[in-house]
């Protein structure tokens, strides 16, 4: 049997689904490979609240690779993240009104050296700029 038919992991908030969080369902082909893809609905607007707010991630055997679009600033910033073996929280301060999309593809950790043609030892617990582990061979 193929393990991603019988191993389903999970996040913190598992039954998360609103215009801020949404998970999707990758096509057959690319099931054995990647958890979910997921992200934000559409672009939303941070307002400037000083409000700081904390969320926790727990290890859940997967890698992920975020892209955040920053429409306010026209930028785009990404991250890969690395499977992760200890719980650690996040803390967003909204000290600026943006508007922002977000999109990211969690893998399952045994099939990110497909796509990387990486070793992934030095991962763990650990964030890159996704072009340190994956893009190499992309001429743009």
């Known amino acids: ?18 215009d801020n ?18 992200g934000t609905k559409k672009p939303v607007n941070q307002e400037k609240t000083y409000i700081k707010t904390n969320g926790i991630v727990i290890p859940d055997t997967c890698m992920d690779i975020i892209f ?3 429409f306010t600033n026209n930028r785009i910033h990404n ?4 499977i992760n ?7 967003n301060y909204n000290d600026t009104e ?13 099939s990110v050296p497909v796509f990387s043609e990486e070793k992934m030892c030095d991962t763990r ?3 890159f700029d996704v072009g340190y582990h994956f893009l190499k061979n992309i001429i743009l």
């Open 1 to 18: 049997m193929k393990l991603h038919k019988i191993y389903n992991p999970i996040i913190a908030t598992p039954f998360a689904c609103s």
């Open 21 to 38: 969080y949404k998970e999707f369902i990758p096509c057959d082909a690319l099931k054995p490979y990647i958890r979910c893809f997921w």
């Open 68 to 70: 955040h679009i920053d």
């Open 79 to 82: 991250s890969f993240c690395g």
């Open 85 to 91: 073996d200890r719980t650690f929280s996040t803390t």
């Open 98 to 110: 943006q508007t922002m999309f977000s999109f990211a593809i969690r893998f399952y950790a045994w």
């Open 125 to 127: 617990n650990a964030h």
